[in-house]
């Protein structure tokens, strides 16, 4: 079955240390997403890919990095910058938002079951 | 910008009561409009949308219209069970951009 995959689900980061968080998907969707979600503060976008080799910053995207060298990859780091990253992490994809131009915006995002990131 | 306003919760129903979430939405242009559902340590599941004014999106007895005049999207449930228990998002989509989301509203339905 297609979907999106998520890993870990839960990971434990000690202060000043990097951690990557994985996101792959077999949905051959060009487009991906990473959200965070904090209690009480719904989902915020951190950062987004359209296509392989191009990123966009999200509302949230100071302390966090991301890399889109695959279609099918596109993994987020949490840098020691981010000071407060505990959170639920959720990855997204998308059809394409730009090779069509009509009717990119009936496209539902599809996600991954998240992963929890937690501070030592 | 675009922004999409739901009501607060938590909302505590019994079991087979009527449901009703508020969901209004600011965008330009002709957005979409999409209801999520999230479970419990779980990510989001896409439970229903609409792509234009007066479409009605439905799935597993939830019911939601798009409504451009009163720019509301409002979630719907005849009878609600205790399975749907969860949190709900609104969201929405215009052109080329990323969803859009509400800040979630939590349901819990007693048996």
């Known amino acids: 079955d297609g979907g999106i995959t998520q890993s870990p689900k839960y990971l434990f980061r000690k202060e000043g240390q990097n951690v990557t968080l994985s996101c792959e998907q077999n949905l051959n969707h060009d487009a991906m997403y990473w959200y965070r979600q904090d209690p009480g503060q719904g989902l915020r976008l951190i950062y987004y890919s359209q296509i392989v080799n191009d990123f966009q910053k999200g509302d949230i995207a100071e302390g966090y990095s991301v890399s889109r060298e695959k279609k099918e990859s596109f993994p987020l780091t949490v840098t020691s910058a981010q000071k407060n990253p505990t959170a639920f992490y959720l990855c997204?994809?998308?059809?394409?938002?730009?090779?069509?131009?009509?009717?990119?915006?009936?496209?539902?995002?599809?996600f991954g079951d998240g992963t929890r990131l937690s501070i030592l | 910008g675009n922004s999409v306003t739901q009501m607060e919760g938590p909302v505590t129903l019994s079991e087979e009561a009527f449901l009703t979430i508020n969901c209004t939405y600011t965008?330009?242009?002709?957005?979409?409009l999409f209801w999520y559902v999230q479970y419990p340590g779980e990510g989001l599941q896409l439970l229903l949308k609409?792509?234009?004014?007066?479409d009605k999106g439905s799935n597993k007895g939830f019911e939601a219209t798009y409504r451009k005049e009163t720019t509301s999207f409002h979630l719907e449930k005849g009878s609600v069970q205790v399975s749907d228990s969860a949190v709900y998002f609104c969201a929405l989509r215009s052109g080329n951009t990323p969803l859009v989301f509400g800040k979630g509203t939590r349901l819990s339905v007693i048996a």
């Open positions: 997204a994809s998308s059809i394409d938002l730009w090779r069509q131009s009509l009717g990119n915006s009936n496209q539902p995002q599809h």
């Open positions: 965008a330009t242009g002709y957005p979409s």
């Open positions: 609409a792509t234009k004014a007066d």
